[in-house]
């Protein structure tokens, strides 16, 4: 018992604290963390519900500017089971670079986050992480951090054998590849502001860090589990991608370098290397790659990299230098005392 309090107190002394959680603090109710995941689970099920409704609307929009969707759309003789068919057929030729609004309409989920934080826990931005001071620089690192570390995964795979290069892709549409490159912003942030700036933030709140980021970390990998191609290392990989990301949050202080080190590590496997991220296809990639069959212990086969190895390697270096860094200061661009007394 000694020896498992010696275990915690260390990791919660290395982990240490940042004024984004002590702020927090001073604004956010304490309550356990069951009640915490709870609320979390409400805010997560309406923000999805907005961005499927986001969605929506230029998928509706392109199946009735659809000549033969419009015509079969209007038949009267078309039942239930034929039109699914049929919007299941006239999706499937959807043009690439339509699905990046899936990518884009997750910013319903973000919107619905920052509004919950902001009118019911009262918190700042500052406590999601939306630090102003140096925030172009943060983005940068973690842009900078995300590409080397995605790099040098497939590498991995690139020497394991399992994954060969096929060289610049030609057909390659930029114009999807901007798209999808604002679209993983935009998802980057939306999915780190809620388990990170919020979920993680608030669980820090009731005074344990350390189970703050675990249970974060494990959330984000449980809404992973019906991706194409799950496995457990899969699982397992998203998970530590979880607790680098909660730790390099806690490091940094801000939520412009976690986001967009996600969003590059996402952007960069799908749309530059030409391989699976979580199990997706994003359809269009700079360059070309090719799976070479086989044990795909390294290349994470269906799943893409995050299922392999490769990934579990680079993670476990970042976490173990993510643990001997120290945290940045970083401090309030404004008095919060005035600002918290003056809401009520």
Known sequence: MNKNNGIFNKLKKAIGNTTVI??????????SITKITITFFIVFFIGSMLSNFLLGLPTTVYLMSNDA??????????????????ITDTLSKLPTWFNSFELFATIGALIVCIGYCTKFERRRL???????KGAVKEALYGW????????VVYGIMLLSGQMSFGGFNYNVSYFTLIAFFFGCIVQGFSE?????GYYMV?????????TAVFTSSVLFSVLHVANEGITALAIVNILLFGLFNALYFIRRGSIWSVAMFHAIWNFSQGNIFGCNVSGINFGSSLFTSIDNGGNNLFSGGAFGPEGGLAVTIVLVIGLTVLYFMKNKDVYPEIDFSKEFYSAF
């Open 22 to 31: 002590d702020e927090a603090k001073m604004t956010v109710k304490k309550r």
């Open 69 to 86: 969707f419009k015509e079969a759309f209007n038949s009267a003789t078309i039942d239930q089971a034929g039109l699914n068919a049929l």
């Open 126 to 132: 500052f406590t999601l992480g939306f630090v102003r």
């Open 144 to 151: 900078l951090a995300g590409f080397v570390m995605s790099s």
């Open 192 to 196: 780190e502001v809620l388990f990170r």
């Open 202 to 210: 608030s669980g820090a709140t009731t005074g344990n860090v350390i």
